[in-house]
């Protein structure tokens, strides 16, 4: 077995497998280290139990990865924006103020994020050698979505606004930031980055370059200068991911749900595949379940691939099943 640092650096084709969402709510140790912990931002800021949750489905499943428990609004929070988590209507942030945002530094900024620094190093300590430990950012686009809380209104969000001049500059602050929160994880200890970009498939098609392209570009452009092994998730944006993979040229390519695995295998070249099932297919029967694994594993059985999903892993799943779906996937030899 090769680990995922070792996979995306050399293209190799080797069995691989781990979940996005996989240190969450479908697991009752984490909801019960949840409900003790009502503050979900002071949750990802306290190092040992940020490292305990990391940790917990290595445990139990034995996955070949781990991916740090943060979040990717941990960005907008270390640069002096509030970020509230309301029960069943997600995250909410503060009004955006321009002269608090440009008021940032780098050192103010790696200060308050220093216990998720402490936290991968704590986690590195403790995970196998042979397991990669994943860190990860918003993809700029997907932070500024957040920070401009069109989360809260999109229907009522012009898009015409993303003319505003503004948001060019902050969106190229925004990009030096999440590069230096992406190096500083990477020099606590973990081994690969994955870039979120969440909300891509809500821009317009004339705004896709500007707003995902180009910032995710200039991303992969620095984790390559630095060696750093890097995943995109351009999420949404259809057809768009052969032209993404063409002017981003990431190390990995994270497929989303309604991407055919067959089109994809055909499409996307020089890049290592990840992920694209369904997480409402752990939900079916296990036999829907694994006759959908089955189109993905067969689609690339030829080129390098990790096993994934198309989205993360959604709260009322059983964490029996994504047993099944490992063993399945371990075992599969068809
Ligand atoms: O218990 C709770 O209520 C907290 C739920 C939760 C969890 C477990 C949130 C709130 N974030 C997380 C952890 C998290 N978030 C991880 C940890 C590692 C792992 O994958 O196991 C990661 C990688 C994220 C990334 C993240 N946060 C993204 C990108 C991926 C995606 O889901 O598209 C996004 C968009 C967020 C924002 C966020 N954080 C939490 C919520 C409810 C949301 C909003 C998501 C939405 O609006 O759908």
């Not at 009322?316 to 994504?322: E, F, H, N, S, Y």
């Amino acid at each position: 077995m090769s680990n995922l640092k070792e996979i995306l650096l050399k293209k190799k084709c080797c069995k691989s497998i781990w979940f996005m969402r996989q240190a969450g709510r479908y697991l009752p140790e984490f909801r019960k280290i949840r409900s003790k912990n009502e503050n979900f931002i002071e949750l990802c800021l306290n190092a040992e139990l940020s490292s305990e949750i990391t940790l917990q489905p290595i445990k139990r499943f034995n996955l070949d990865s781990a991916i740090i428990f943060s979040d990717i609004l941990m960005v907008p929070y270390a640069l002096g924006q509030k970020v509230d988590f309301i029960k069943n209507k997600g995250p909410k942030l503060e009004k955006f103020n321009y002269e608090k945002f440009s008021n940032n530094n780098v050192e103010k900024f790696t200060k308050q994020l220093a216990p998720v620094y402490e936290a991968i190093r704590i986690t590195r300590k403790k995970l196998d050698k042979k397991k990669s430990l994943i860190s990860f950012v918003g993809g700029p686009w997907t932070i500024l979505f957040y920070m401009m809380n069109m989360n809260q209104n999109r229907q009522e969000f012009d898009f015409l606004e993303l003319e505003n001049k503004n948001f060019e500059f902050i969106l190229n602050d925004l990009i030096e930031y999440l590069c230096i929160h992406i190096e500083n994880q990477i020099n606590a200890g973990a081994d690969v980055v994955q870039i979120f970009d969440s909300w891509a498939g809500l821009l317009p098609e004339k705004k896709l370059k500007d707003f995902c392209f180009k910032p995710n570009a200039e991303i992969v452009k620095f984790c390559k200068s630095n060696k750093i092994p890097n995943i995109c998730f351009p999420k949404g944006i259809k057809e768009k991911y052969v032209d993404f993979n063409m002017f981003v040229k990431p190390d990995c390519i994270n497929l989303d749900s309604y991407i055919d695995p067959v089109w994809a295998s055909q499409k996307l070249k020089d890049v290592v595949i990840q992920g694209g099932l369904d997480p409402n297919m752990l939900l079916k029967t296990e036999e829907e379940m694994f006759k959908g694994a089955t189109k993905y594993i067969k689609a690339f059985r030829d080129i390098p691939y990790v096993f994934n999903l198309g989205h993360g892993l959604l709260p009322q799943t059983d964490p029996v099943r994504v047993g099944k779906l490992i063993n399945f996937y371990r075992n599969f030899n068809g």
